[in-house]
């Protein structure tokens, strides 16, 4: 099964708008954190939040963590072309999973 | 600073022929190494993650196999490649499991 599921499956906007893309989980946690993943490229991580976290932000990203809900969200704000990618984000345990990811498109 | 390699690149194998990748990182000790399959624009799938020199632990049940030779070495292998296990392969590396991943570059296997 998989630990960390993302919404939506793919996302399509304007450069210069918000993206925002949601993640699931099944159980507790230490800590969540999203990647990214350039088409075709090895996955490079964004940002790590804790559980005892409820927002953490890194330049133009913002990621929040509602452990009752058992999910989180990541804003990317003043998107540019640059950004397209596809995004996962992954929970803790030595056998860390990740979703199917959401493969977020910013058209210039 | 830590960098992890992986190779080779790309790879096209027969069906039936063995498999060697290999990973390797530099500048960290004792690290915890992981490798990933990724189906062609799906999620990553764990196969095997390592806490140590010799400790392998299998997520799922397939013709491969891993080992840990040395501290910063995981090698990913068959002996008998089958079609579904094309995909682009990933390596990775933390300090522990509380710690965020770093990844290889990736290898994309094509079985014909």
């Known amino acids: 099964s998989q630990q960390g599921e993302e919404d939506p499956q793919a996302l399509s906007i304007q450069e210069g708008e918000n993206a925002t893309m949601n993640c699931s989980y099944k159980?507790?946690?230490?800590?969540l954190q999203w990647y990214r993943q350039n088409s075709g490229r090895g996955l490079v991580h964004l940002i790590l939040?804790?559980?005892?976290?409820r927002e953490k932000h890194s330049g133009r990203l913002r990621v929040t963590l509602d452990t009752s809900k058992k999910s989180s969200s990541l804003l990317i704000t003043a998107s540019r072309a640059a950004d397209t990618a596809s995004y996962f984000c992954?929970?803790?345990?030595?056998?860390?999973?990740f979703g199917a990811g959401t493969r977020l498109t910013v058209k210039p | 600073s830590q960098t992890i390699h992986q190779w080779p690149a790309t790879l096209v194998q027969p069906v039936g022929s063995p498999l060697s990748l290999e990973c390797t990182v530099e500048?960290?000790?004792?690290?915890?190494l992981y490798w990933y399959r990724q189906a062609a624009g799906r999620g990553l799938q764990l196969l095997f993650y390592s806490v140590g020199i010799g400790q392998i632990s299998s997520e799922v049940p397939q013709n491969l196999s891993a080992s840990r030779p040395q501290d910063r070495q995981f090698i990913l292998s068959s002996k008998k490649l089958l079609l579904s296990d094309s995909g682009f392969y990933l390596c990775?590396?933390?300090?522990?499991?509380?710690?965020?991943?770093?990844f290889g570059p990736g290898t994309r296997l094509t079985v014909t």
């Open positions: 939040i804790r559980s005892n976290e």
């Open positions: 992954a929970t803790d345990r030595n056998d860390m999973r």
């Open positions: 990775a590396w933390s300090i522990s499991a509380d710690y965020e991943q770093y």
């Open positions: 159980t507790s946690i230490n800590n």
């Open positions: 500048g960290t000790s004792n690290p915890n």
